[in-house]
């Protein structure tokens, strides 16, 4: 029974981070792609035993942004580059402050996706509700 509780306690949370992303996706890079090379200005680790990530700057027109990514498009070896070493990113060409080190057209979520994982997250609270409308139910049988 625990066993069950504790998969379905990370199934949901698994679903909710996936539904999170799902929802922020750069939607802009994905509609209007530009691929360029970004110059590293920091690597580092992505939260507690996360994914090896870096910050980056990249030049637009004469302006230059920033962001950072996990390196998914170049498939370059994050923890061997150093401040000055270029990473592959694609940015919006309608709005080029918005990048990403993903294959925007490529990793959109689709709408299946979004709905499987919307019910990944929903599995936990459906089963905790669940069980209290079987206590409630067996209270009431009890009781009469």
Same mark, same amino acid.
């Given at each position: 029974?625990? *066993?069950?509780?504790?998969?379905? !306690?990370?199934?949901?949370?698994?679903?909710?981070? +996936?539904? *999170?992303? +799902?929802?922020?996706?750069?939607?802009?890079?994905? #509609?209007?792609?530009?691929? !360029?090379?970004?110059?590293? !200005?920091?690597?580092?680790?992505?939260?507690?035993?996360?994914?090896?990530?870096?910050?980056?700057?990249?030049?637009?027109?004469?302006?230059?942004?920033?962001?950072?990514?996990?390196?998914?498009?170049?498939? #370059?070896?994050?923890?061997?580059?150093?401040?000055?070493?270029? *990473? +592959?990113?694609?940015?919006?060409?309608?709005?080029?402050?918005?990048?990403? !080190?993903?294959?925007?057209?490529?990793?959109?979520?689709t709408a299946f996706g979004i709905v499987f994982d919307a019910a990944c997250a929903l599995l936990l609270p459906g089963l905790v509700l669940r069980r209290r409308r079987r206590r409630r139910a067996q209270l009431t049988a009890r009781s009469?």
């Open positions: 029974m625990v *066993v069950g509780w504790a998969i379905a !306690t990370l199934v949901s949370i698994g679903g909710v981070g +996936a539904l *999170v992303s +799902a929802v922020t996706f750069p939607r802009a890079i994905a #509609e209007h792609p530009m691929r !360029t090379r970004a110059s590293v !200005t920091s690597v580092f680790i992505n939260g507690l035993g996360g994914d090896p990530a870096v910050d980056y700057r990249y030049e637009v027109n004469g302006r230059t942004y920033r962001g950072w990514g996990t390196g998914e498009l170049g498939q #370059e070896p994050l923890l061997d580059l150093q401040p000055g070493d270029h *990473v +592959a990113i694609e940015y919006s060409s309608r709005s080029p402050g918005i990048s990403c !080190t993903c294959d925007a057209k490529h990793d959109a979520p009469s």
